[in-house]
């Protein structure tokens, strides 16, 4: 009875986190392709959320410690983020995924500063490195508006 107990608590707390062991990554099947995005934890820049774009199309505004899934089609896709408003700044940096059917990426995306400017570092990373990064993360909240 302790044992079921537990385990129930154990689920409550999980659930009421928000956390879903799941979703972390999740499998493509077929034609589905996916790529997600990370953004490791910077204190100097927490306070900073990136808009990233998906073929010139905003996707999300991905906040410190967080993650992201895109599902693609297979092809040519293109990345890239920006900081600030609808039209403070040009889109500062850019990555090319030419995802495969049923492929998934990894893309890394580290904020870089200088005296002069602050922009995004984004690097595809494989699956392995990109496991330890996003082991602690949380999905990003605007996930729900992509799926």
């Not at 599902?71 to 293109?78: D, E, N, S």
């Not at 030419?98 to 998934?104: H, I, P, S």
Request: with cysteine; net charge positive; hydrophobic share 35%.
């Amino acid at each position: 009875m302790r044992k079921f107990l537990f385990a129930s608590l154990i689920t409550l707390i999980g659930s009421l986190s928000g956390v879903d062991a799941n979703a972390r990554v999740q499998t493509p099947d077929g034609d589905t392709t996916y790529i997600y995005i990370y953004r490791v934890g910077q204190w100097g820049a927490a306070g900073a959320n990136w808009a990233v774009f998906l073929d010139d199309e905003k996707k999300c505004k991905l906040s410190n410690n967080k993650y992201m899934r895109l599902t693609v089609t297979p092809g040519k896709h293109t990345i890239s983020t920006k900081v600030g408003g609808a039209g403070l700044f040009k889109k500062e940096t850019e990555i090319e995924i030419d995802a495969e059917a049923g492929g998934t990426y990894y893309v890394a995306c580290n904020v870089k500063q200088s005296i002069t400017r602050v922009r995004m570092e984004m690097v595809e990373v494989t699956k392995n490195s990109a496991a330890k990064q996003m082991e602690k993360m949380k999905l990003d909240n605007c996930q729900e508006s992509l799926d």
